[in-house]
């Protein structure tokens, strides 16, 4: 059937566009301890791909794949192989982004994540941020006016340099994707963290806290600086890290046994993993606690 595309208004026939780029998914798996995915709240199923949704006609889902190619080959890639230690970017950078928090935006509305603690204001500015972000991927508009895209690079922790770090702080940060709109009574954005980013979408923030994290419109440099966020998203960010293992800590215990096995089984594989990296990470920074 025939439907609106939500980016382009047009009637066509909509595809299966991902929310996060399948090559993050991809990646996840392939650099895994077990070669398996689990997501969400129920980690008891194992899962090929991640979220979909009928958003976009073919031309704008074209659109979209050239600027996630362009960050993949250009950014990621080099980044998580760890190729050099600060990387340019383009124009492409700030498509990208906003083309995730669009879609990110855009999904958590239709499965009701999203405007049920915002305040009406924020409400408001959300479909304002919908609107400017669909018409500035579309070439409409040249500029994102006051909601921009911010980015923080992340990599592994290697000392404690906030307290109440939860001990799967490294799991949480190079193998988890995590989506979620946020707010407060002072700020609303929308979070979207991937294996070594976080990027945020700014529905109402005040910029003077969010320090060297804004992506200019046309060219810029990611690493070798330090980056600043406020306070408040520095206690959500542990606090969905504490989230995480929670839920990781109610897997059945037939599936716990069979990762013990998968893992027992391919111990070359599970050693040169990222997943291997990350809880090791882990280990070096809070020892034995990680298997409480």
Same mark, same amino acid.
């Given at each position: 059937m025939n439907e609106i595309c939500k980016?382009?208004?047009?009637?066509?026939?909509?595809?299966?566009?991902?929310?996060?780029?399948?090559f993050v998914y991809k990646w996840l798996k392939e650099t895994s301890a077990t070669g398996y995915l689990r997501f969400g709240q129920n980690l008891n199923k194992r899962v090929q791909d991640g979220f979909k949704e009928n958003l976009l006609c073919r031309n704008c889902e074209d659109l979209l794949n050239n600027w996630e190619t362009d960050f993949a080959n250009k950014l990621f890639y080099p980044l998580v192989n760890k190729e050099k230690g600060s990387f340019e970017y383009g124009s492409w950078f700030l498509n990208f982004v906003v083309s995730l928090s669009w879609r990110v935006l855009?999904?958590?509305?239709?499965?009701?994540?999203?405007?049920?603690?915002?305040? $009406?204001?924020?409400?408001?500015?959300?479909?304002?941020?919908?609107?400017? %972000?669909?018409? &500035?991927?579309?070439?409409?508009?040249?500029?994102?006016?006051?909601?921009?895209?911010?980015?923080?690079?992340i990599d592994i922790v290697s000392n404690s340099f906030m307290p109440n770090l939860p001990t799967n702080i490294n799991r949480y940060f190079l193998r988890i994707i995590d989506i979620d709109p946020i707010a407060n009574e002072y700020q609303a954005l929308v979070y979207i963290k991937i294996p070594y &980013?976080? &990027?945020?979408?700014?529905?109402?923030? $005040?910029?003077?806290? %969010?320090?060297n994290t804004t992506i200019r419109t046309h060219k810029g440099l990611i690493g070798n600086c330090k980056y600043t966020v406020p306070q408040s998203f520095g206690d959500y960010i542990i606090d969905k890290a504490k989230k995480v293992s929670n839920i990781q800590k109610?897997?059945?215990?037939?599936?716990?046994?069979?990762?013990?096995?998968?893992?027992?089984?391919?111990l070359n594989r599970v050693s040169g993993s990222e997943? &291997?990296?990350?809880?090791?990470?882990?280990?070096?920074?809070?020892?034995? $606690?990680v298997f409480e």
């Open positions: 980016l382009c208004h047009k009637k066509s026939k909509l595809e299966q566009s991902h929310i996060i780029p399948k855009i999904y958590c509305k239709r499965i009701g994540l999203s405007h049920s603690h915002f305040t $009406d204001i924020q409400k408001q500015e959300s479909d304002l941020a919908l609107e400017v %972000w669909r018409k &500035f991927l579309l070439g409409e508009i040249k500029h994102l006016g006051k909601y921009q895209q911010h980015v923080i690079p &980013f976080i &990027f945020i979408g700014g529905i109402q923030i $005040d910029p003077k806290q %969010w320090i109610s897997m059945s215990e037939k599936q716990k046994s069979k990762i013990e096995k998968t893992i027992l089984n391919n997943t &291997f990296r990350a809880v090791y990470a882990d280990v070096e920074l809070f020892g034995n $606690d």
